[in-house]
């Protein structure tokens, strides 16, 4: 289809301020045809000639189809596993050559995507399409965060289109990759630090989710071997360097071995720079001293001190490390608050009832209240009962300096309490996921997820 543009002065003024049309050619006008003006004449009194538009990058691939069709591509994404949908990632077609993250930490927020020439955001069953892509040869990418898969797509023009598949998946169905450049030379997962435990083993949920990469660090006793690590937790934690060069620290249930490496005001600074930088932290139950004993993470999140009555451990300066109520283990039918994360957990067969509840069994920390200050607002996307205490935030995230991402969960990956030497990552993990694991599952995406910036 042909385009023509016919100007008068205020046309031209009008024209400035719009957006340029691309997906179409743009013919002028022969130069007889406007007013029988001559090539040779010079300008007359008020006119002004519009250069035709230039389309940029892979907008010029953009076919123009009839009316009612478009040139679309369809398909689900995955993660690493093959196995579960990804919710919320960004699916898009970059405008030109897509640009590698940059090292480092950084706030990774929602509005940085480079230029695209279409986008969409996946559902919770991880579909996606995209409208009005070009036609013929251009890179498809997925994102989450510092996730990212780049897929060598090939369209038909103003038809649908569907996303060729990754190995290991069904028809449609990319994945996100199990390690930097597994697929295609631009595929990056996030530098990921797991601290080990006595009590939880995030990692063998990471191994079940399909991550192949992640450094190890020892939380337990000074010197333990299993699982292998690379380093003791306070080569990671005292290093600000090395600290921040991780983009997700994951800081499993242990016991008090590092208490008073907590203590330490320059491990303080270092963590709170490392989420105000953009990094994400994962906590479970008794790691909370890893949140509660950083002043500017106190105010987000309360919990319940041990010598009763008292102030929930949020109103003032953190307390002592290992002050809150830990004594005895809990559980029970936790309620999904989230919508999205109800309808993710559906397509789980087994995990989650009709009221909304999820089975979770092996909480000991007691949060007494997340902050609604706007200020220091936090998320609780899973609830139910606390012992004694009734209905309490069993789950909960908040966003800091507009940038960095915290999680807190009171329960572990192991509901039959301590991690058996014989079933540790990287060798003996489980293979099936527990009802409360796909809820550490899906967080775990959460918090790898971009965030909102300010405003």
Known sequence: ?????????????????????????????????????????????????IPPPVCKGRFCDVPKCPPGTTTEVVGKLYAGNGKDPIPGAAVFVPVDNLPEFPPGL????????????????????????????????????????????????????????TVPADPGTGSGIVRLPKKNRELSPQDYIPRIAVV????????????????????????????????????????????????????????NCTDNQYQGLLATPQVKKNLEKFV??????????????????????????????????????????????????????????????????????????????????????????????????PKTQTKVWVDGPASSYGNRPQTVTFDYNSCGRVHFSTYNTEPDGVVSEGSRWPSSCKSNFSPQERLLEYLFFNIASCVQGPG
């Open 1 to 49: 289809m042909t385009c023509r543009f016919y100007a008068t002065v205020w046309l031209v003024s009008l024209l400035s301020i719009l957006p340029l049309q691309t997906g179409c050619s743009v013919d002028r006008l022969p130069v007889d045809e406007v007013d029988n003006q001559s090539p040779t004449d010079g300008p007359r009194p008020g006119d002004m000639s």
């Open 106 to 161: 950084g706030c990774d927020l929602c509005n940085d995507t480079p230029p695209a020439v279409t986008q969409a955001i996946t559902n919770f069953d991880g579909s996606f399409r995209l409208k009005g892509t070009p036609a013929g040869k251009f890179p498809l990418v997925a994102r989450l965060g510092r996730f990212q898969r780049v897929v060598a797509m090939e369209s038909v023009a103003c038809v649908e289109n």
């Open 196 to 251: 080990s435990g006595d009590y939880d083993q995030i990692e063998c949920v990471l191994k079940r989710i399909g991550i192949d990469e992640l450094d190890m660090y020892n939380g337990r006793a000074v010197g333990s071997r299993n699982p292998p690590a690379i380093a003791e937790l306070g080569a990671l934690l005292a290093d600000e360097t090395k600290l921040l060069s991780y983009n997700i620290v994951v800081v």
């Open 276 to 373: 105000r930088s953009g990094g994400r932290l994962y906590v479970t139950d008794w790691a909370y001293d890893v949140i509660e004993q950083v002043p500017e993470f106190a105010p987000y999140l309360c919990f319940e001190p041990q010598s009763l009555p008292g102030p929930a451990m949020c109103l003032a300066a953190p307390e002592k490390p290992t002050a809150a109520d830990s004594r005895n283990y809990y559980g029970g039918q936790y309620r999904v608050l989230d919508k999205e994360m109800v309808k993710w957990l559906e397509q789980m067969p087994g995990v989650i009832n009709r009221n909304g509840q999820v089975a979770v069994d092996y909480s000991f920390v007691v949060v007494s209240k997340a902050s609604d200050d």
